[in-house]
């Protein structure tokens, strides 16, 4: 079946310093991707997303590219800030009928001052 | 268009009770999902309709969960005889079918506590 792995959190990072998170995936077919953030009591906001292969979501200084040789879609940021502390959630979506999304585990994010 | 609610946000309960969520969708989406998430773990498919059909259910939705979306609107979950290990939070997005492929709002879910 569809499945999305995630970097094992949590990652403390002091501010401004780069952001990865890594995430590959395997599907049963063509997927979508997409990045989620979740912050403490709240519901998943999209961060970004690409929709086929080569495409680079960007959203926030937050970049991805779906690299499909590689299957994967890891997350980038230049400079992190204290508010970029959250949960974030890969996620993926295969194109059928059905757009139900099967998501990683989540990477905790802390961004220390 | 507010966005995606669910009520209640919090609900605490004993096992063996019935509980029911209820979630309201943005208001031009057909398709409505059901997630649910434990802790330290991503959200897992439950369920979805499109309009007011359930299309799909998860192995995780046991007979003790049902859903319905009486008039292709809001949408509840009940869970009868509650269990220990359905403590999670149950998470409802929305989206249009004929939208970006698949973007889902999601709403602020409910946490569920079974005592």
Not at chain 1, 65 to 73: D, G, I, L, M, P
Not at chain 2, 73 to 87: A, N, V, Y
Request: aromatic share 12%; charged share 20%; net charge neutral.
């Amino acid at each position: 079946g569809d499945s999305v792995t995630q970097m094992e959190g949590p990652v403390t990072l002091s501010e401004e310093a780069f952001l990865t998170i890594n995430c590959t995936y395997t599907a049963t077919g063509y997927p979508s991707l997409f990045w989620y953030v979740q912050y403490p009591g709240e519901g998943l906001q999209l961060l970004l997303k690409a929709t086929k292969a080569d495409d680079k979501g960007s959203n926030k200084g937050f970049e991805a590219t779906y690299r499909k040789e590689t299957t994967s879609f890891h997350l980038e940021k230049g400079s992190v800030q204290v508010s970029d502390s959250a949960v974030y959630f890969c996620a993926l979506t295969l194109n059928t009928n059905a757009g139900k999304s099967t998501f990683g585990d989540g990477t905790t994010l802390t961004v220390k001052p | 268009d507010t966005g995606v609610s669910q009520d209640p946000r919090h609900k605490i309960t004993k096992r063996g009770q019935n509980v029911t969520f209820r979630c309201d969708p943005i208001s031009e989406h057909n398709r409505l999902y059901w997630y649910r998430q434990t802790l330290g773990q991503g959200p897992e498919f439950l369920t979805y309709f499109q309009n007011e059909a359930q299309l799909e259910k998860s192995r995780l939705l046991s007979d003790r969960f049902s859903a319905e979306r009486p008039k292709g609107s809001f949408s509840t979950l009940e869970i009868q005889r509650t269990e220990q290990g359905d403590s999670a939070m149950y998470l409802c997005a929305s989206s249009f079918v004929a939208g970006f492929p698949h973007e889902q709002f999601f709403g602020p879910g409910t946490r569920l506590t079974v005592l």
